[in-house]
């Protein structure tokens, strides 16, 4: 099992910048990609940005030019940079680990962390 552990949420003003942390430990061979979710109150979640293995990566078009996902192989860590942040991006973003089909797919939630943007 994968175990995710987020951190770097916090209150920011509009323009400003926060960077989100997610450490991920247990049997980390079995990811094949993890990414950022976010779901604001009354709004379906979305996925925000992910990366592969590999390195491909993937961006909402709200996000695009603003927000950066990276990755540390030695630390086992994601990353979410997100600068630029305008008040519709406040939400709880969680972290989220793709599992290989071969070990049985299914995905890993962390806990989520609260951004909060004011005006």
């Known amino acids: 099992q994968v175990q995710l552990a987020e951190s770097g949420g916090g209150l920011v003003q509009a323009g400003g910048s926060l960077r989100l942390s997610c450490a991920a430990s247990?049997?980390?061979?079995?990811?094949?990609?993890m990414g950022w979710y976010r779901q604001a109150p009354g709004k379906e979640r979305e996925l925000v940005a992910g990366?592969?293995?590999?390195?491909?990566?993937y961006y909402a078009d709200s996000v695009k030019g603003r927000f950066t996902i990276s990755r540390d192989n030695d630390k086992n860590t994601v990353y979410l940079q997100m600068n630029s942040l305008k008040p519709e991006d406040t939400a709880v973003y969680f972290c989220?680990?793709?599992?290989?089909?071969?070990?049985?797919?299914?995905?890993?939630w962390g806990q989520g962390t609260q951004v909060t943007v004011s005006s």
């Open positions: 989220t680990s793709m599992t290989r089909s071969s070990c049985g797919g299914g995905d890993y």
């Open positions: 247990g049997d980390t061979d079995c990811s094949s990609a």
């Open positions: 990366i592969t293995n590999g390195g491909s990566t």
